[in-house]
């Protein structure tokens, strides 16, 4: 519903723009490539802190889980035979 809102807001301001005859502040494409950005910015350190803690939290459980599971058997050739 949001990106709704968004998007008629933005169609809003742009016939506003029309009806006035006043340019947009920034060419589309700059201003889309400044809006990408902002979102990758925003976006970007908690995928990082998420990155740098996955390995922290798989090093901790590892020997947990390992310790709770019985060891597998080996057998040299089927007894079937």
Not at 4 to 10: D, E, H, N, R, T
Not at 19 to 37: F, N, T
């Amino acid at each position: 519903m949001s990106y709704l809102i968004s998007l008629g807001a933005g169609l809003v301001v742009g016939l506003l723009y029309y009806l006035v005859r006043v340019q947009s502040p920034a060419p589309p494409l700059i201003a889309l490539a400044g809006l990408l950005g902002i979102v990758i910015g925003e976006h970007a350190i908690p995928f990082v802190q998420a990155q740098i803690r996955t390995p922290d939290a798989q090093t901790q459980s590892a020997p947990a889980a390992a310790s709770s599971q019985p060891a597998p058997r080996v057998t040299s050739g089927s007894k079937d035979q």
